[in-house]
């Protein structure tokens, strides 16, 4: 490049021969050669921030194309690499507690039709009619030959049905593949399991939603892929589950009862090994809910853990336990049991007259209401509600089904003396077979109170303390008593030591008052009495016995053998084995000292 | 001597070239398979799927409690109950007299015998 000199020589003659100052000829050209210096490197600077921002706009324009293409091409497997973690698409199987299947998926194809496709509307709606004897052919011909562009036919339908639509041959009948839910063992533990139905639905695919039962409260579980396919494993055991219902079943035949439940529980961890309540339904087709009439009718209807009901004098031992428990009485302190007893203007009877006075353990064995009035009487109406409340009597079960919080009992809201009194025999309150369950488990297992669950957990609460251990051996020694010599007698079962109380509870009319003719026969049992593993309570609803002279009503009359059976069956299913019971005097002298 | 370098570095570019045109169609046959094996294996699953549901459907207690019942004849299976608990002081001592219920005393020759016997 030619420098141009600031000073050049013919300017600064020339300049000088006019009188000028030819500095300023040097000072413009300074002038000159720095814009033209400016100029280059504001070009250059110019043209780098081009190509920076060509760059950036590359770069950014790649990330947005490599968004735009991910977000709008379908979702493809990932062919290689297999050292994930396994993730299935599916709904998760329930299994019971040995891992036999409650409810798992099958394959099967939904039927629906485009009609423009169709070539011979009026034939396809004629054949498909024959095929599914449900179907109208006159409103599928209207249905195909009018403007619908799409319709469903079938929901579910079998591979056999497939072919034989195949055979119409039609290219307006379509296909979409379905998971659907299956139950294999019918009706088997139905109000557990609960049901499940079609969410949202598309061609290619329907999801499959819970609508009861723990397929409606862990209905997220189930569908969520992240566990790879574990099923949920229920405390339930499949065959001491049949067991419980055929007995249980034949029971409410022979007792000519309307409706009948029967939990089996364990008493230290709380599982649920057997939840039956009849009349029962298949989840595989579950009813639509009744739409009239109280819902308790519904064969839907949960009595285990639904039906809140006056349990009657299941509830005497509770009573006896604080009275126990607080020191207040012992086994053979004689109370009153001068029947009626008089409080106001309330009259409390006794199913018989026992006499003037018994000691505590026949108030148990014989089931004096007067008697267990007398000694809840002794503890008083706020330490009362203090214990049925740490017994859970207040609340809903936990258990995780979602009908559990509508099994809300029904308390008196003000507890006044007289309250106080029913309860302690068992009218007045009003709780579910499950949180009876409950509570028993809590008084014969040592004194520690059990959430109900229907999830298997193999491990022992630690629940809080709610009797003593003493006491605790205490109350199993009366209730052994009651199935040896008292109003249970009928539920002895050679080997097994069952211990229980019974309960006879008038029904209480809807209009109020209560039905003579009516009752609810509760049977709350455990075994075996010297180390208890399970509570049974088997309850009938409207039972009477009538093969003697007159009908009987009393549980034990009627829930009682039936629970007996159940024990008979159901225990050698559990693997106790018959055993003699360890030397019942020397349980009665731990019980005295 | 730069003509043979030219050469040599064809020949390697060549070849290097055939190597990665094998490589890739060997890549696209894999994925082919694993596509293939991965499909049989979902078929496989749904078939499994279907097997376990009817296993389970075949073995419900409703259908095995009937199908005692209706063979009762031949098989004579009850329910379990209590009385079938034995204990190990309830079973005989093997007497002499049957040979095979002998106590064993040579555990080899009883094995080898027991294999002989139809």
């Known amino acids: ?593 | 001597m730069r003509s043979i370098i030219l050469t040599l570095s064809l020949i390697a570019i060549m070849g290097l070239g055939f190597w990665a045109y094998r490589e890739n169609y060997r890549t696209q046959a894999e994925l082919a398979e694993v596509r293939t094996l991965q499909s049989e294996i979902g078929d496989l699953r749904e078939s499994l799927s279907v097997l376990n549901a009817e296993w389970a459907y075949l073995n419900r207690p409703d259908r095995l409690r009937e199908l005692a019942d209706l063979n009762f004849e031949r098989l004579g299976l009850l329910p379990l109950e209590p009385e079938q608990f034995g204990d190990v002081a309830q079973i005989t001592y093997p007497t002499a007299e049957n040979p095979l219920l002998a106590p064993v005393t040579d555990p080899i020759a009883t094995v080898a015998s027991l294999d002989q016997t139809p």
Do not use: C
């Open chain 1, 1 to 593: 490049m030619i420098r141009t000199p600031l000073r050049p020589l013919a300017r600064i003659l020339s300049a000088r021969a006019k009188g000028e100052n030819p500095d300023a000829i040097e000072k413009e050209n300074l002038r000159l050669r720095h814009e033209e210096m400016r100029d280059r490197s504001r070009q250059k600077a110019e043209g780098r921030l081009l190509l920076l921002g060509l760059v950036f706009l590359g770069l950014f324009g790649t990330v947005g194309v490599r968004m735009g293409v991910l977000a709008a091409t379908q979702p493809v497997e990932p062919r290689t690499g297999q050292n994930g973690p396994l993730i299935t698409a599916g709904r998760a199987d329930i299994t019971d507690r040995e891992g036999r299947i409650l409810a798992t998926n099958l394959v099967t194809h939904a039927l629906y039709a485009q009609p423009r496709l169709m070539i011979d509307p009026a034939g396809a709606a004629e054949k498909l009619a024959l095929i599914f004897p449900d179907l109208d052919a006159e409103k599928l011909k209207k249905d195909f030959t009018g403007s619908k562009k799409f319709l469903w036919i079938k929901k579910k339908i079998s591979p056999e049905q497939m072919q034989l639509v195949h055979e119409i041959g039609d290219p307006g009948l379509l296909f979409g593949p379905r998971e659907m839910r299956l139950y294999p063992n019918g009706a088997l533990a139905a109000h557990v399991l609960g049901g499940s139905a079609f969410g949202r639905e598309g061609v290619a695919s329907a999801e499959v939603i819970g609508t009861a039962g723990v397929e409606k409260t862990f209905d997220n579980w189930l569908r969520d892929p992240a566990n790879g396919g574990a099923p949920l494993q229920l405390s339930i055991d499949l065959s001491v589950q049949a067991t419980v219902e055929e007995v249980l079943d034949g029971g409410m035949r022979l007792m000519n009862a309307k409706g009948a439940t029967a939990i089996l529980m364990d008493v230290k961890t709380g599982e649920i090994i057997s939840m039956a309540s009849l009349p029962d339904f298949d989840p595989n087709t579950r009813p639509q809910p009744l739409t009239k009439g109280p819902a308790g009718d519904s064969p839907l209807f949960n009595r285990a853990v639904q039906g809140v009901y006056e349990l009657g004098s299941t509830f005497k031992i509770f009573a006896v336990a604080q009275a126990l428990d607080l020191g207040i009485v012992t086994p053979d302190t004689v109370v009153d049991t001068k029947t009626p007893m008089f409080w106001g203007k309330y009259k409390i009877n006794d199913f018989h007259n026992y006499g003037a006075e018994l000691p505590v353990t026949e108030v148990i064995v014989k089931s004096s209401n007067v008697g267990t009035a007398h000694i809840i009487g002794m503890v008083g109406p706020e330490r009362q509600q203090t214990f049925l409340k740490s017994l859970g009597l207040f609340e809903p079960t936990p258990v995780e089904l979602i009908e559990a919080p509508t099994g809300k009992p029904l308390v008196p809201k003000k507890w006044s003396e007289i309250s106080m009194l029913t309860i302690s025999y068992g009218h007045g309150l009003s709780a579910s077979p499950l949180h009876l369950a409950a509570a028993y488990a809590a008084m014969v297992n040592g004194g520690t109170r059990v959430q109900p669950t229907v999830l298997k957990t193999n491990k022992p609460q630690q629940g809080e303390r709610v009797i003593s251990e003493k006491t605790s051996a205490q109350v199993r020694s009366l209730l052994r008593q009651v199935v040896v010599r008292g109003t249970a007698s009928f539920g002895e079962v050679p080997g097994y030591a069952v211990g229980g109380k019974t309960g006879t509870a008038d029904k209480a009319k809807p209009t109020g008052g209560y039905y003579d003719d009516k009752v609810i026969a509760t049977f709350a049992s455990f075994f075996p009495a010297y180390d208890p593993k399970y509570v049974l309570i088997v309850t009938l609803d409207e039972p009477v016995e009538s093969s003697g002279s007159e009908p009987r009503r009393t549980a034990g009359w009627t829930s009682v053998p039936v629970a007996a059976e159940m024990i008979r069956r159901v225990a050698p299913l559990l693997g106790l084995r018959p055993e003699v019971e360890p030397g019942a005097e020397a349980a009665l002298t731990t019980v005295k000292n």
